[in-house]
């Protein structure tokens, strides 16, 4: 687990801005993922990326931008256009196994 | 793709009594079974996992089994103890999609 970092731990975003999430993994692993997490909810998949320059929509992908320029980052950003995102977000990574990073907490001002 | 229903939601158990949570999942190619703990503000950490090739597997404490032919598998804690209460998610996959994840079971330990 402490292979895989993210930052910030918390982070506010005002009305109409973007704001970047960072994931970092020195694990070595192909594949990451972005997940968010609300109140007693599961765990909702956002984007994922099997390999360098490639990545895919999840279940919830509106509102979301990602890239994947290096094997060992996959920042999230969170655009104007997703209209409710406090929640949790997790970065994983692995191709089987999935291995978690801390978390970020995102809150609306 | 893989839909993981879980059950259930919430469960309390007094302490030293066993606890039982169970999934089900849909794709049949499905071949690997993980479950993850989640304390409270925390990440989920892996605890146990199972592929498709075994029926059943033990950890001291905890054990998993699958039955392939009904699609279920189930998170088995024996001896339950109060650094146990927590948020238990089950997932299935192992495919290029990676794990689809149940919506997570609150285990609550009563002492």
Redesign the interface.
Known sequence: ?GGITQSPKYLFRKEGQNVTLSCEQNLNHD?M?W?RQDP????R?IY?S?IVNDFQKGDIAEGYSVSREKKESFPLTVTSAQKNPTAFY?CASGR????????TRLLVL | GENVE?HPSTLSVQEGDSAVIKCTYSDSASN?F?W?KQELG?????II?IRSNVGEKKDQRIAVTLNKTAKHFSLHITETQPEDSAVY?CAGG?G?????????T?LIIQP
Do not use: N, S, V, W
């Open positions: 687990d594949a993922y997940y007693g909810q599961g765990l998949l994922y099997q997790l089987e196994t999935q291995y978690f990073g801390p978390g | 879980q690997y993980p993850y925390k990440r989920p950490q892996l996992d998610f192992g290029a999609d990676g794990l689809t994840f149940g919506k997570g609150h």
